[in-house]
């Protein structure tokens, strides 16, 4: 109980920053393009930043070839098991609000709600893991998750950089040939990155008070989603990475990333590519919603298993 209460005030904590970005939308302190602004922000500097931070402050020697290995195909194996499931469901729904549904059940909120959550309940350790896990959810989702979206070719750019890629490009040989840098860029680093928790949540919530709230009631197709998305699919695998055994904290790092609330990414996705935007809105928000219950659930689960 006491391990459930600890992880449920940390997504508690994550709820309050949510509900700050909902009523500044509310009050017309920050409007749609803002936010859209500041999601750029996010992800093309404070992800970047977050990321290499983790690799400055990694203790020496603690990455081996092996860890590397399974700190890339972890998160592989978890968005194969969404999209296995992905293609059981939603084939009645109309082509665009299936395209939506489907993105929302494989594409989770791994950098805005997992590496808040995975700095708070595992460390600084566990978001040295959790920044292989961006990497490896931007690769997949301007891939597949790009063309399934409408978006027609993958583009090579995007590809190659995106905000997870970046950040281990410049992190990663910091950390394995360790080098030693002046605190003047270092300091700098960790203060921008220190800005992902407040400000991802402060955008969701934003995304969020644009839906009306009616909406949330009367979509039976988002709570069999939200399910499939908080409950199925990590139960599923978390069973198949227990086999495996990795390390405990890797393995706590990817569990509870696999089990975040739908990725921001799906209502830009849909916005960009025409799309049901207010359906991928809904889906964010349902989601993160019921996520203040069911991550502390599998955190605790996982702990017991371990």
Not at 136 to 161: E, P
Not at 197 to 225: C, H, N, R
Request: glycine share 6%.
């Amino acid at each position: 109980m006491d391990a459930f209460l600890a992880v449920a005030m940390k997504v508690a904590v994550i709820l309050i920053l949510i509900l700050v970005g909902y009523f500044t939308v509310k009050k017309g302190m920050f409007t749609k393009e803002s936010l859209g602004h500041i999601t750029s922000f996010l992800l093309y500097i404070v992800t970047p930043c977050l990321i290499v931070s983790s690799f400055l402050t990694a203790e020496s020697g603690m990455l081996d070839l092996w860890t590397l290995v399974l700190a890339v195909l972890l998160p592989a194996l978890s968005i194969g098991i969404c999209i296995a499931i992905s293609y059981l469901f939603f084939r009645r729904e109309p082509i665009g609000r299936r395209r939506v549904l489907r993105f929302s059940l494989i594409f989770c909120n791994v950098g805005f709600m997992g590496i808040p959550l995975v700095e708070g309940i595992v460390g600084s350790e566990g978001v040295l893991y959790g920044s292989f896990f961006i990497a490896v959810f931007n690769i997949f989702c301007w891939t597949y998750g790009y063309v399934m979206m409408g978006g027609g070719k993958v583009r090579l750019k995007a590809l190659l950089l995106n905000p997870g890629v970046i950040g281990i490009v410049i992190g990663l040989p910091l950390y394995l040939l360790d080098v030693p840098l002046p605190s003047l860029v270092v300091e700098p680093v960790e203060l921008v990155s220190a800005l992902n928790t407040p400000l991802a949540m402060i955008v969701v919530g934003g995304y969020i008070a644009q839906v009306k709230l009616s909406a949330f009631v009367s979509d039976l197709a988002v709570y069999k989603m939200a399910v499939l998305r908080l409950l199925v699919a990590p139960a599923l695998f978390l069973a198949l990475v227990l086999l495996i055994r990795p390390d405990d904290t890797l393995l706590m790092s990817v569990v509870i990333q696999a089990a975040t609330p739908v990725a921001a990414n799906c209502v830009l996705f849909a916005v960009q590519y025409h799309s049901d935007a207010e359906l991928a809105s809904k889906c964010v928000a349902v989601t993160t919603v019921f996520s203040v219950l069911t991550i502390p659930l599998v955190a605790v689960v996982t702990q017991m298993l371990l």
